[in-house]
């Protein structure tokens, strides 16, 4: 999963095919321009951050955050996404048993130039993460910059007022009026997916998560189109 290049790949393909009509929920059809060049834009910003040097910001992602050049309440708003395990998810490493922490073996052989983890991060993870990650934070940067049109972020609240995962994040966090920044966290949770035990259905759990052990992308997939179309 992690070293195909067609998985990794795939990542990419949620944000024409996902993202971009999940947007125009909020801006309109005639919005749908602004959304697509917001969109656009977003993409080559994240690209800037490309970086295969040992400077990057982690070490199963080949990005930097320092090389952006956003603005900062952009890179804020980034860092935030980050922090909550919305934008820089640790999902396949968790799927192949890779800590995200240095374990027994790396300590043992600290200055040794050589670390198990790292292989599986970079080896294994690298580029389907970076792909991901990347994904997320184009979505989540161009989400976020049309959230600071009151007027989209009021649609957005009154269109997704019956979403259930919306009304859950409201009630838990007690927020009122969402900001830019909530809002597109949450559109990237909802395009994207959730994923772990925690948001697994309960035909995949128990012996459904051997048989269904790669069933989640879809599963989410299929579902959020089902919550689009009514």
Same mark, same amino acid.
């Given at each position: 999963?992690?070293?195909?290049?067609?998985?990794?790949?795939? +990542?990419?393909?949620?944000?024409?095919?996902?993202? &971009?009509?999940?947007?125009?929920?909020?801006?309109?059809?005639?919005?749908?321009?602004?959304?697509?060049?917001?969109?656009?834009?977003?993409?080559?910003?994240?690209?800037?951050?490309?970086?295969?040097?040992?400077?990057?910001?982690?070490?199963?992602?080949?990005?930097?955050?320092?090389?952006?050049? &956003?603005?900062?309440?952009?890179?804020?708003?980034?860092?935030?996404?980050? +922090?909550?395990?919305?934008?820089? %998810?640790?999902?396949?490493?968790?799927?192949?048993?890779?800590?995200?922490?240095?374990?027994?073996?790396?300590?043992?052989?600290?200055?040794?130039?050589?670390?198990?983890?790292?292989?599986?991060?970079?080896?294994?993870?690298?580029?389907?993460?970076?792909?991901?990650?990347?994904?997320?934070?184009?979505?989540?940067?161009?989400?976020?910059?049309?959230?600071?049109?009151?007027?989209?972020?009021?649609? *957005?609240?009154?269109? &997704?007022?019956?979403?259930?995962?919306?009304?859950?994040?409201?009630? +838990?966090?007690?927020? /009122?009026?969402?900001? %830019?920044?909530?809002?597109?966290?949450?559109?990237? +949770?909802?395009?994207?997916?959730?994923? *772990?035990?925690?948001?697994?259905?309960?035909?995949?759990?128990?012996?459904?998560?051997?048989?269904?052990?790669?069933?989640?992308? %879809?599963?989410?997939?299929?579902?959020?189109?089902?919550?689009?179309? /009514?």
């Amino acid at each position: 999963l992690g070293a195909n290049f067609s998985s990794a790949i795939l +990542q990419t393909a949620s944000i024409p095919l996902i993202v &971009l009509p999940y947007l125009t929920m909020y801006t309109g059809f005639k919005g749908a321009p602004r959304a697509a060049v917001a969109l656009s834009r977003a993409a080559k910003d994240i690209v800037k951050m490309a970086d295969f040097s040992s400077a990057r910001n982690w070490a199963d992602v080949f990005l930097n955050l320092e090389k952006s050049g &956003l603005a900062a309440d952009e890179i804020a708003a980034i860092k935030e996404g980050i +922090q909550r395990g919305i934008l820089k %998810p640790y999902s396949l490493l968790d799927e192949i048993g890779i800590s995200i922490y240095p374990n027994i073996l790396d300590k043992a052989l600290t200055g040794r130039g050589f670390s198990i983890s790292n292989i599986g991060k970079v080896g294994i993870a690298g580029m389907f993460s970076t792909m991901e990650t990347a994904s997320r934070m184009t979505a989540f940067l161009a989400s976020y910059r049309l959230m600071k049109n009151k007027k989209y972020r009021e649609k *957005g609240v009154m269109v &997704l007022k019956d979403n259930p995962l919306l009304k859950a994040k409201l009630e +838990q966090e007690g927020f /009122i009026d969402p900001t %830019p920044t909530d809002m597109a966290l949450f559109m990237v +949770q909802d395009t994207f997916g959730v994923f *772990g035990k925690e948001n697994r259905p309960r035909y995949m759990q128990e012996i459904g998560s051997v048989l269904f052990q790669f069933a989640m992308y %879809p599963h989410v997939i299929w579902e959020l189109l089902g919550r689009m179309l /009514i």
